[in-house]
């Protein structure tokens, strides 16, 4: 089976389930609508059209192309987010004219081939499903460029919490793996204004520090 994430030495197993936001906020449990063992599984390793790797009950939110690896054709970086309406909130508390999407997403890497695309990643986990109408829309960016993978996640709920965050990881592609090769965090308490920020480079190496991993996230994460 394919990884999205991929790190040395082994024995360590990457958390990267949530972002220290999400894990720290008020020490939640993990989201109900995190694991999706159906919808991943549906999901072929390769195919000819984008549309072939979209489960049904879900849809392709974002399309972002660019360069995974070094050769001159133009890969694709998808974005799934599910289209369960019970995942829809509207009304009280919310505004008239706002609704709130909980669905969650899956994040795909694909290669182009002249066959068409396959698939060399795939995570359910990486991007938080939002648990709350108070909470903001956590995917902040995705972006492809220079063979790297950019991808801002961040965590502010509009009540229940002062604590804000936002969270940057860096992949590359090689061995057929997404890995993360840098990871940023900043963090702050907007009632008592203090900040945090964590930068932990070359992510991928052999002499990294177990405790810096420790502070990317808690939540364990199967590689896939």
């Not at 920020?197 to 994460?221: M, N, T």
């Amino acid at each position: 089976m394919k990884r999205l994430l991929k790190i040395a030495p082994m024995a360590l197993v990457l958390q990267l389930a949530v972002s220290p936001a999400w894990a720290a906020a008020e020490d939640w449990d993990e989201p109900r609508n995190w694991k999706h063992p159906e919808a991943m599984a549906a999901i072929p390793a390769s195919a000819r059209a984008l549309e072939a790797f979209v489960p049904k009950g879900w849809r392709i939110e974002q399309r972002v192309p660019g360069h995974l690896d070094g050769d001159a054709v133009r890969d694709m970086v998808l974005v799934l987010r599910q289209t369960d309406p019970a995942n829809i909130r509207r009304g009280e508390p919310l505004p008239e004219d706002v609704e709130a999407d909980l669905n969650p997403r899956i994040l795909l890497g694909l290669l182009k081939t002249p066959a068409g695309y396959r698939v060399v990643a795939r995570n359910d986990r990486l991007i938080p499903a939002p648990d709350s109408e108070f909470v903001i829309d956590p995917l902040d960016e995705l972006v492809l460029e220079q063979r790297t993978l950019k991808l801002t996640i961040s965590f502010f709920a509009t009540m229940g919490t002062y604590y804000t965050s936002t969270s940057v990881f860096y992949f590359r592609l090689d061995d057929e793996c997404l890995h993360l090769t840098r990871y940023e965090d900043v963090s702050l308490r907007r009632n008592a204004q203090t900040e945090q920020r964590k930068v932990v480079e070359h992510v991928f190496r052999d002499d990294i520090d177990p405790s810096e991993l420790a502070e990317i996230g808690r939540a364990h994460v199967e590689l896939q």
